[in-house]
């Protein structure tokens, strides 16, 4: 069972085309995980200033879906003119690698990889307080 475990390969979202992608959170200064999803409410409200602020600061972003399929989120991000890439964990296994319990969630990485912080709801992007975290 141990040998089965570790063989196991690490939960990975996917992109529209339903192919699994390796999501490396290395490189740059700072990268931005987001989970989302276009039915949360929360969710839709922060997105279009979580994407400006990523765009402000020159942020990478990796945004991850909950949506059960790529329809909602792509006609949500249509709709209100998010220039936004997402991928798509809809059974919720890449996110449970990352301990998220509850959406919107940004967890900040640094070059290596580290995480600077993180975010465990909504949070409003245009708060100078909310940048000095993320922007160490």
Do not use: K
Not at 112 to 129: C, L, T
């Amino acid at each position: 069972l141990m040998l089965a475990l570790a063989c196991t390969p690490a939960p990975r979202p996917r992109d529209r085309h339903g192919n699994p992608v390796d999501v490396d959170l290395r490189g740059a200064p700072v990268t931005l995980l987001h989970f989302w999803a276009a039915w949360c409410g929360p969710c839709r409200e922060e997105l279009p200033r979580f994407v400006a602020f990523a765009a402000a600061h020159h942020l990478r972003v990796v945004a991850v879906s909950h949506d059960r399929d790529f329809a909602p989120a792509d006609r949500f991000l249509r709709q209100y003119g998010i220039p936004l890439e997402t991928l798509l964990d809809d059974h919720g296994r890449f996110a449970a690698r990352y301990h998220v319990r509850v959406i919107p969630t940004t967890i900040a990485f640094d070059a290596d990889g580290n995480v600077i912080d993180r975010f465990d709801q909504s949070v409003d992007w245009s708060d100078p307080a909310v940048a000095r975290r993320v922007l160490r």
